[in-house]
């Protein structure tokens, strides 16, 4: 550890003299020049976690640990291939992340099977990608970020993950209590924070903060968790989550809303999720929080072996009053999306059958989607979106499955990605020694296949039966069809 960084964390610590002892400390010195572990979420989407991770294990030498706090989570020991590095990372089979920012969700149930859910500050998208996989697609949620830069991250990680029910937005997350009260089942609030988080990772670098910047935080913070409480049904669920161990971000900002809105929320004790005691505090320095706060968690990083976090699930009993306002409009006929018509549903439903032999029409209904078009192209649209939300401007919405071409159907990567685990027909299967170089983003020349080349659009395996993608057959090669990026 450097005389810098070494500095900046004995100045973070002093803050915690009261709070930690000297040996624990000290701990949270000794781990500092250690890495954190990776942590991978399997898609559930796209493949069998508790499959695929054995799988996984066994191509790239990993030795994997499970997650005991979340289903299809596991924590990666060691690698002899990096995890961000294979086909399958680079294709949302699964999701690297720290895995302190996989708890926020694992709070959560879900018992309504098409919730409502509001991602209040989504990107770069991991936790919206989580609860996608608990709700099984089945529910609709708002991914919004109120960063516009931030958004173009947000739309890659979700089309990546392949979910459909779902919508990207743009706006201030202090606005959906106003626009939409008493909407959602269920609200997720990760925070904007000053990642004090007393283990720093490239992700999140050590940086210095000030109280002055904490307490401004701790208003927008504030002002974001009430905002979410209005829009969150009576009775309804919320998290709230900052990457910061400073209790200005954290604790203090619940106190200040129970204090605000007595009677109207309480902290769910969420303790027995974790295999180690991480209370938060209900003191700090001069202040005294509700004893309920106790019932959050503060992941301390020498105890978790994570990077420092903070969340708490917050129950609502009674609806908060807001100053109604009506939310941004755009006609969605503006979108030129329009509902496919009952020749075209028939059509598209008899060529997948046909040419992949799937029955997606089964899909479409169980997921709560309809087949929309524009143009050429054909997407998948979620139907509680058209009922809640029609004419609320987004950046990114469903799924794009794919498009006519010279009346023939030329399918999306995301529409092979996500549904060609079920495919029976339409399959074409490339030696190992090509793989190489289809992952590469390369043409196979003269592939060897029984299959007639006449342009037909293929889902591309591996002896191993891993989905690598699109790909188009041609006279004496396969079109490489992959998104063009780097793995």
Same mark, same amino acid.
């Given at each position: 550890?450097?005389?810098?960084?070494?500095?900046?964390?004995?100045?973070?610590?002093?803050?915690?003299?009261?709070?930690?002892?000297?040996?624990?400390?000290?701990?949270?010195?000794?781990?500092?020049?250690?890495?954190?572990?990776?942590?991978?979420?399997?898609?559930?989407?796209?493949?069998?976690?508790?499959?695929?991770?054995?799988?996984?294990?066994?191509?790239?030498?990993? &030795?994997? =640990?499970? #997650?005991?706090?979340? %289903?299809?989570?596991?924590?990666?020991?060691?690698?002899?291939?990096?995890?961000? /590095? +294979?086909?399958?990372?680079?294709?949302?089979?699964?999701?690297?992340?720290?895995?302190?920012?996989?708890?926020?969700?694992?709070?959560?149930?879900?018992?309504?099977?098409?919730?409502?859910?509001?991602?209040?500050?989504?990107?770069?998208?991991?936790?919206?990608?989580?609860?996608?996989?608990?709700?099984?697609?089945?529910?609709?949620?708002?991914?919004?970020?109120?960063?516009?830069?931030?958004?173009?991250?947000?739309?890659?990680?979700?089309?990546?993950?392949?979910?459909?029910?779902?919508?990207?937005?743009?706006?201030?997350?202090?606005?959906?209590?106003?626009?939409?009260?008493?909407?959602?089942?269920?609200?997720?609030?990760?925070?904007?924070?000053?990642?004090?988080?007393?283990?720093?990772?490239?992700?999140?670098?050590?940086?210095?903060?000030? &109280?002055? =910047?904490? #307490?401004?935080?701790? %208003?927008?913070?504030?002002?974001?968790?009430?905002?979410?409480?209005?829009?969150? /049904? +009576?009775?309804?669920?919320?998290?709230?989550?900052?990457?910061?161990?400073?209790?200005?971000?954290?604790?203090?900002?619940?106190?200040?809303?129970?204090?605000?809105?007595?009677?109207?929320?309480?902290?769910?004790?969420?303790?027995?999720?974790?295999?180690?005691?991480?209370?938060?505090?209900?003191?700090?320095?001069?202040?005294?929080?509700?004893?309920?706060?106790?019932?959050?968690?503060?992941?301390?990083?020498?105890?978790?072996?994570?990077?420092?976090?903070?969340?708490?699930?917050?129950?609502?009993?009674?609806?908060?009053?807001?100053?109604?306002?009506?939310?941004?409009?755009?006609?969605?006929?503006?979108?030129?999306?329009?509902?496919?018509?009952?020749?075209?549903?028939?059509?598209?439903?008899?060529?997948?059958?046909?040419?992949?032999?799937?029955?997606?029409?089964?899909?479409?209904?169980?997921?709560?989607?309809?087949?929309?078009?524009?143009?050429?192209?054909?997407?998948?649209?979620?139907?509680?979106?058209?009922?809640?939300?029609?004419?609320?401007?987004?950046?990114?919405?469903?799924?794009?499955?794919?498009?006519?071409?010279?009346?023939?159907?030329?399918?999306?990567?995301?529409?092979?990605?996500?549904?060609?685990?079920?495919?029976?027909?339409?399959?074409?299967?490339?030696?190992?020694?090509?793989?190489?170089?289809?992952?590469?983003?390369?043409?196979?020349?003269?592939?060897?296949?029984?299959?007639?080349?006449?342009?037909?659009?293929?889902?591309?395996?591996?002896?191993?039966?891993?989905?690598?993608?699109?790909?188009?057959?041609?006279?004496?090669?396969?079109?490489?069809?992959?998104?063009?990026?780097?793995?």
């Amino acid at each position: 550890m450097t005389d810098t960084k070494a500095q900046r964390i004995d100045q973070s610590l002093q803050r915690f003299s009261g709070t930690l002892s000297e040996a624990e400390m000290l701990k949270i010195k000794a781990i500092q020049d250690s890495p954190l572990l990776s942590a991978i979420r399997l898609n559930p989407l796209k493949t069998n976690p508790d499959e695929a991770v054995h799988d996984l294990a066994a191509r790239y030498g990993w &030795q994997v =640990e499970p #997650l005991i706090f979340s %289903d299809n989570a596991w924590v990666i020991k060691s690698a002899e291939f990096p995890p961000g /590095k +294979t086909i399958e990372h680079r294709l949302g089979v699964y999701y690297l992340q720290d895995a302190a920012s996989i708890v926020p969700v694992s709070l959560m149930t879900f018992d309504h099977p098409h919730p409502l859910i509001l991602d209040m500050a989504a990107s770069p998208g991991g936790k919206t990608t989580h609860l996608v996989d608990r709700t099984h697609d089945q529910g609709f949620i708002l991914s919004n970020d109120a960063s516009k830069g931030r958004i173009p991250a947000l739309r890659s990680v979700l089309a990546n993950w392949c979910g459909i029910n779902l919508a990207v937005t743009n706006f201030p997350g202090e606005k959906y209590g106003s626009w939409y009260p008493e909407t959602f089942d269920s609200i997720l609030l990760d925070a904007p924070c000053s990642m004090e988080n007393l283990r720093p990772s490239p992700a999140h670098p050590l940086r210095e903060t000030t &109280q002055d =910047e904490r #307490l401004r935080l701790q %208003d927008r913070q504030a002002q974001l968790l009430i905002s979410g409480l209005q829009a969150l /049904k +009576t009775g309804g669920q919320m998290v709230y989550a900052t990457c910061s161990l400073a209790p200005e971000e954290d604790e203090a900002v619940i106190n200040r809303v129970l204090d605000t809105l007595p009677g109207t929320i309480s902290i769910e004790n969420v303790s027995g999720l974790l295999p180690f005691k991480a209370p938060g505090l209900t003191t700090f320095k001069t202040e005294t929080y509700h004893p309920e706060l106790a019932h959050t968690l503060r992941l301390w990083p020498h105890i978790t072996g994570m990077s420092g976090f903070f969340c708490g699930l917050i129950k609502k009993h009674k609806p908060i009053p807001s100053l109604i306002e009506p939310p941004p409009s755009r006609d969605f006929a503006l979108t030129q999306l329009s509902p496919a018509d009952q020749n075209l549903r028939e059509n598209f439903y008899q060529v997948i059958d046909q040419h992949y032999g799937f029955d997606i029409d089964s899909h479409i209904q169980e997921a709560g989607l309809k087949l929309f078009t524009r143009f050429e192209g054909l997407y998948l649209i979620p139907e509680a979106y058209l009922t809640h939300f029609k004419d609320l401007p987004f950046e990114f919405i469903g799924m794009s499955i794919g498009q006519w071409h010279q009346g023939d159907f030329q399918p999306s990567n995301a529409f092979i990605s996500r549904f060609g685990r079920y495919f029976t027909t339409g399959i074409i299967q490339i030696e190992d020694d090509h793989v190489p170089t289809w992952t590469a983003g390369r043409d196979i020349r003269h592939p060897q296949t029984y299959q007639k080349p006449t342009g037909q659009y293929l889902l591309v395996v591996d002896r191993a039966g891993r989905n690598l993608g699109l790909g188009k057959l041609l006279p004496k090669r396969l079109r490489n069809m992959l998104p063009r990026v780097s793995v």
